[in-house]
């Protein structure tokens, strides 16, 4: 077997071994699961509440009647995208930052660069253990994702669903394997693991939870309940033609969410799933099209941070046990 | 007492002298520093549409920011504790329990005759004299930044609800340290011990909250604590996990400190969960540490 390939091979025997990885693996489709069941039971609330309200109403009202609530199933995975993209991305830092972290610890690392092997082919090797481990990961979340809509959800699933599904984890897959890798280049470089963590966390909380969460802060539609203009009665339209004379502010906001990859992230999800309504039932093609730039972003950061990975293995004391 | 004062003394200088958590610190000091600014760049923008809004002559209804109360430029601020504030005391904490078992002190330690008890709380009281001096430094910038942007110094009433607000968030962080700490005693590497306590947080700032609220994850970033819309559970089983939901718990707290959101009113059960939580924290991890001092880490 191709030396890549041994390596490879050890990376996911020493995840799918770890109890850790799986522990990670098992609270996120634990997460899908609750996701589903509380969407779920969120909504047949609102159902019962809706038979209720047109029950108390008398025949000839009923036509003018408010419309019946619509359940579009892919939306009820809303909050487990939100989790592969919060603790998703946490728990991809941890499943790179051991990766590294166990050969150096074991001294496995030294052993390894004694033998005719590239750094870089090491690192390579890894990061297409990674790969496999994610897809993985994702595949068995896909299953169950569907499993529990139709199952807890009762939802019905149309071929397209899949397909917009399947779409989104790949970009789950692409996503995670971003935070693997600054994991897997983070602990390389640096001398101390705890030093790694810490810049990993730092680096996590600033791009997952802290720019986006300015960025929807800078949302005038987020500062009233009910949103800005809903409550000042605005119409959509003219919402627009507003907004048009705040441009630079929403520039600037938007320009902050952009350098977050989880916020290109949840877009492309939300928009594929029809979370988010304007993307809501159309056709695959026309989302891919109105996303173009989103995806491009997400597919480029991550093989950016690969090439570092690669790049990073040039230092001399890479991987080397240094304290 | 020698020892906690020898304990406490250590620490501090140990904690200061250690790089690591820089980082977090640092991000957590210029957070809540630019959260008021960032609030006020919104209301002001806000202001802008609404009054362009209004000469179009398209609504009658008031300006849902005026007289927006001057510590609602503080609302940023929560979220930055519950997600910053927490980490970097759990941070602290794991790191002033490790760094012995790190350099073997514990095993110089152990042949001494110490008063453990007395030494984690030296150690627990220095991580928190830390907290309560970063905390101090936030509010100081909070307040200058609330004078510059209103042109007005904050009332006799508003300083004492933001020193309030500071002395919640300082419970809150001390009792993250606290744990912290137990996990920097008994975890197996150093790696773990910072790991866990975080996989724990995150547990219980998105998951809890949303069995209980149906609030969506990213929705829990949110300043002010989510509003149940009904998740098809039992009341009692609510009622049994609520006391979980420490980050929301603090939220409400938070929320009726500062008057940010009049509409939501703090619950006896809020305010007796989080105290709870806050005594349980320190309390459990005074007792698991000296019970546990001395365990190795994995080679």
């Known amino acids: ?323 | 007492m020698k020892v906690f004062k020898a304990a406490f003394k250590h620490e501090l200088l140990s904690s200061l002298r250690s790089r690591s958590p820089q980082l977090v610190v640092t991000l957590f000091l210029v957070l809540i520093s630019i959260s008021s600014i960032i609030g006020w760049l919104t209301v002001r923008n806000v202001t802008k549409i609404y009054n362009d809004i209004v000469s179009q002559n398209l609504t009658t209804a008031p300006n849902p920011f005026k007289n927006v109360p001057s510590l609602y430029y503080m609302r940023d601020s929560v979220i930055y504790v519950v997600l910053i504030g927490s980490l970097m005391a759990i941070i602290l904490g794991a790191q002033a329990s490790i760094r012995d078992r790190k350099s073997n002190t514990n095993e110089l330690i152990k042949t001494r005759n110490v008063n453990l008890v007395h030494r984690t709380l030296g150690q627990l009281s220095a991580v928190g004299s830390i907290i309560i001096l970063l905390e101090m430094v936030a509010l100081l910038t909070s307040f200058i930044s609330i004078w510059i942007i209103q042109k007005t110094l904050l009332n006799n009433g508003e300083i004492f609800a933001l020193l309030g607000y500071g002395a919640v968030s300082v419970i809150l962080m001390i009792a993250l340290a606290a744990i912290g700490y137990i996990f920097g005693t008994i975890s197996k590497s150093e790696e773990s011990s910072l790991l866990y306590p975080i996989v724990g947080w995150a547990v219980v700032t998105f998951t809890i909250p949303q069995i209980i609220t149906s609030t969506h994850p990213v929705a829990l970033l949110n300043p002010t604590p989510a509003v149940s819309t009904g998740t098809g559970l039992a009341q009692s089983v609510i009622n049994g996990i609520s006391p979980l939901a420490v980050m929301e718990n603090f939220k409400a707290i938070a929320n009726a400190i500062l008057g940010i959101d009049k509409s939501l009113k703090l619950s006896m059960v809020d305010l007796l969960s989080f105290s709870f939580f806050a005594v349980i924290g320190v309390v459990a991890s005074v007792v698991i540490s000296s019970k546990t001092f001395g365990r190795k880490l994995d080679a």
């Open chain 1, 1 to 323: 077997m191709h030396k890549l390939l041994i390596i490879t091979k050890k990376e996911v025997q020493d995840a799918v071994r770890s109890k850790q990885a799986i522990a990670l693996v098992a609270f996120l489709s634990l997460s899908i699961l609750i996701s589903v069941w509380v969407a779920s039971a969120s909504f047949s609330i609102k159902m019962n509440e809706y038979n209720l309200y047109l029950a108390a109403l008398t025949p000839d009202m009923q036509a003018q009647a408010l419309a019946r609530p619509q359940l579009f199933p892919l939306t009820l995975i809303r909050s487990g995208i939100e989790y592969i993209e919060i603790l998703g991305a946490l728990f991809a830092f941890i499943i790179g930052f051991t990766s590294v972290s166990r050969e150096r610890s074991r001294g496995t690392s030294l052993l390894l660069l004694s033998r005719p092997i590239r750094k870089s082919e090491i690192l390579l090797a890894k990061s297409l253990g990674l790969f496999l481990i994610w897809t993985a990961v994702l595949a068995t979340i896909y299953l169950t994702s569907i499993a529990s809509i139709i199952g807890i959800g009762h939802g019905r699933l149309q071929m397209i669903d899949y397909v917009r599904l399947g779409i989104v984890f790949i970009f789950a897959d692409i996503y995670l394997l971003f935070w693997s890798f600054f994991a897997v280049a983070v602990t390389a470089r640096l001398k101390q693991f705890t030093s790694a963590i810490l810049i990993g966390i730092t680096a996590w909380l600033m791009v997952v939870l802290v720019i986006p969460q300015i960025g929807d802060t800078m949302d005038p539609d987020n500062q009233v309940p009910g949103g800005l203009f809903g409550s000042l009665g605005i119409i959509k339209s003219t919402e627009t033609s507003i907004l048009a004379h705040f441009h630079s502010f929403d520039v600037i906001r938007n320009g902050l969410e952009v350098t977050s990859i989880t916020k290109l992230f949840e877009r492309v999800a939300f928009a594929f799933l029809g979370i988010k309504d304007k993307y809501n039932q159309l056709p695959i093609s026309s989302v891919a099209k109105a996303l173009e730039s989103s995806l491009i972003a997400v597919i480029l950061l991550t093989v950016l941070i690969g090439i570092s990975t690669v790049l990073i293995s040039q230092n001399e004391e890479t991987l080397r046990r240094r304290s």
